[in-house]
């Protein structure tokens, strides 16, 4: 008797502890999918621009920095964020896009509408194909920059 009823103690007690980490295991499994899908899927917001794009053809060198533009590249997840390339430095900028008017517009801070970096910013998307005018710094005369977009390695 003594044993029986120490037998099924352990097995109650066990069945408890399965059930237990099944419910921590199924809350950090929520938690990770969750966070996943915040990340991933609910914060996408994608502008026909998004990707890295090399410089072929056109020049856009802004003062202080040491080469003109190799690389631009546009966030997609709701970041609002392009990051232009020169050689080894690296500038964010804040950028929109109006896809209907086939509008860029470019702000000099990240996440903050202050100051224009650029201005009649238009682009023209064609496949992997873009081509960006507008006037830069306050400058009067427009930049054509025309660049390829980069492809996953």
Not at 73 to 99: K, S, T
Request: glycine fraction near 6%.
């Amino acid at each position: 008797m003594l044993w029986t009823d120490q037998h099924s103690t352990d097995a109650r007690g066990m069945r408890e502890v399965i059930v237990r980490v099944v419910i921590q295991v199924a809350v950090l499994v929520a938690a990770f999918a969750g966070t996943y899908w915040i990340a991933n899927e609910n914060n996408r917001a994608p502008t026909p621009l998004d990707g890295a794009w090399d410089v072929r053809a056109g020049t856009y060198q802004p003062a202080g920095a040491a080469r003109p533009l190799e690389r631009l590249y546009f966030e997609c997840n709701r970041a609002y964020l392009v990051v232009f390339r020169f050689g080894d430095q690296w500038v964010e900028h804040h950028f929109e896009v109006n896809p209907t008017r086939r509008e860029l517009r470019m702000w000099e801070h990240w996440l903050r509408r202050d100051k224009p970096l650029s201005s009649n910013g238009v682009y023209e998307l064609s496949g992997d194909q873009l081509v960006i005018t507008g006037t830069f710094d306050d400058n009067t005369t427009p930049v054509r920059l025309e660049l390829t977009r980069l492809r996953n390695r």
